[in-house]
């Protein structure tokens, strides 16, 4: 039996104990006197920040932060360990041997996983393409071979749910990409499995889906439209990938009437999902469409996140100027003709943008923005807003925030650019 309490926006305690099928039936019957008292909870001790979960004989723990768990074993932010379960719980996470079940690197990040009855399926991101991992649960419950993969990522968010866990191996798989609506096909996770345990299954999704389910009904006519991704360079030399969706045969000739949208915040991931109304409306009619991967988003886990926080703020805007100037000198697109568009978190990145690059842009959509960031407090801003943009009401103000508050940042001096130049 697990409780947990949530002590902070990102951090999290977790106690368990031990329960016998005795102590989950009726006060009055039989078994619940044989079972004996319940035990008392105790709390383990995993990073505050950690998420964690029970599988077989193994706990397993998505770490959002580097973590030392003694001299000597030092695990990177957006790794996912298992180790035993009973054992880890009794003597704590000191001479403890752990697993490394998914490691994450530059461009690699896992999104979701699910459990089945004898397997992890693992939704991961490489260079914000899906790729399903199958990891089989071996040795009662104690220990994860990986039996197969995706031969290649394709260009699309993918998330995996087990049908029964305690049942079967089935698990429903949701997939969807800019110009693919959203669909839920029946996969099975033992169809993974071969025979020869040295060999790594790698097959494209006809592998594991048994049938395509349903599909919601597409918006628009995709059928001459094509998804293309980018790369440019940041400010830093940082590699930044984006993705273009356009007409098939479109002329690269500055012309064309683009719309770029970004994010980048909150560990927020901008990745491939449908995109219908943009479809109606920009597509459609011969629009160009493009979404930035920058740093402050979820696209390459925590790590990707964490780049663009607090003082390094200014790291995501920088990302968001670098593909815009990219779109320009690849000839898609000219200033005149590229607008670019951003909500919430994003109304600040375009607002940002704007001030800081207004000869690069011919139109601004800046919605729902957080423009002022000396008052978010007193807009509402919850106090996760503190961990992400910093605190307003510190030094934090005059040695950082206030350089990324465009209210405080408008220059009367400067020479204007209409948004319509």
Known sequence: EVRTRAITYSSTKYWVRKVKYGHLVAEDDPLRAAAGDLPEFKQIEVPGDAEVDFVGNLIIMTLRSEWVPEAGKKYVQGSILYVNAHKFIKY???????????????????????VTKNFIVLSVMEDVKSRLEFHKLEKDGNKLRLVGTDKNAQIRMADVRAVDPYEGDEFWLTTTGYIEP???????????DGNDKKVIRRTGSEGYIKRKLKALPG???????????????????????????????????KSNCTLLYGYGGFEVTVGPHYVGPTGIAWLERGGVYVEANIRGGGEFGPSWHTAAIRDKRGKAFEDFIAVAEDLISSKICKAKTLAIRGGANGGLL?????????????????????????????????????????????????????KFSPYHNVDELQKKFSPYH
């Not at 000191?94 to 979701?112: M, T, W």
């Not at 800081?356 to 807003?385: N, Q, T, Y």
Request: aromatic share 12%; glycine share 6%; net charge negative.
């Open 350 to 402: 375009v607002a940002n943008a704007y001030l800081m690059r207004p000869d690069l842009f011919g139109a601004v959509h800046c919605a729902v923005p957080i423009l002022d960031l000396k008052r978010f407090k007193m807009m509402g801003g919850e106090d996760s807003w503190k961990d992400e943009f910093g605190d307003p009401e510190t030094k934090d103000w005059d040695v950082f925030l206030k």
């Open 219 to 253: 918006q628009f006519d995709a059928s001459d439209m094509e998804v293309i991704q980018n790369t440019c360079y940041s400010k830093d030399g940082t590699k930044i990938p984006y993705f273009v969706v356009m007409k098939k045969g479109t002329t690269l000739n």
């Open 92 to 114: 704590g996470p000191k001479d403890r041997i752990y697993h490394v079940l998914f490691q994450p690197s530059e461009r690699r990040a896992c999104e979701n996983y699910t």
């Open 182 to 192: 959203t669909t839920l096909s029946l996969a099975d996770a033992l169809n993974m």
